[in-house]
């Protein structure tokens, strides 16, 4: 039985990857152009270089799609999924706010509400899966630093 239902377990990844890449690319579109307006904007002493956005946010992507695939493999659709697919929605709408419309205040509140569901999601996943749990633990600690940063931003701008 439990060999039967390892290609459906693997199966499953390719989905979660690919629902993140979707919302990288959306993120990504949404920051074409924004290179120069980020490095126009006031921005704090501890802003990161431009260049370490891209990396980091590649690792941990990755680790969200395990996170989300863990969770899956463990039990299946589960509320706790659910919560996951919206702060995936919440992380692809940040991106627009920020840089596509530059609405700094706005997307703060975006991001605590994101920021919300990505510990709501931890706690969930922790049930199922610590790994998975664990895994989004880096994307927590980055999007409370995007936050600070956001904040920041949005107050010298």
């Known amino acids: 039985m439990v060999i039967a239902q390892q290609p ?11 629902a993140l890449v979707l919302v990288a690319v959306v ?3 949404s920051a074409v152009n924004a290179g120069g ?7 704090p002493p501890w802003a990161p270089p431009q260049w ?14 395990i996170s989300g695939w863990l969770a ?6 589960t509320p706790a ?3 996951y697919a919206v702060q995936l929605v919440l992380n692809a709408a940040w991106t627009p706010l920020f840089f596509g419309a530059g609405r700094y205040g706005l997307a703060f509140a975006e991001i605590v509400v994101l920021w919300v569901a990505i510990a709501a999601t931890i706690v969930l996943f922790r049930r199922i899966s ?12 980055w999007v409370t ?4 940063l956001n904040f920041a931003i949005w107050r010298l701008n």
């Open 8 to 18: 459906k377990r693997w199966a499953g990844l390719p989905v979660f990857a690919v």
């Open 27 to 29: 993120g990504s579109l």
């Open 37 to 43: 307006e980020y490095l126009a904007l006031e921005r």
């Open 52 to 65: 370490l956005f891209g990396p980091a946010w590649t690792v941990l992507y990755i680790m969200i799609a």
């Open 72 to 77: 899956w493999s463990a039990r299946g659709w």
């Open 81 to 83: 999924l659910g919560v």
């Open 130 to 141: 610590r790994v998975a749990a664990w895994l989004l633990v880096p994307y927590l600690l």
């Open 145 to 148: 630093y995007a936050a600070s």
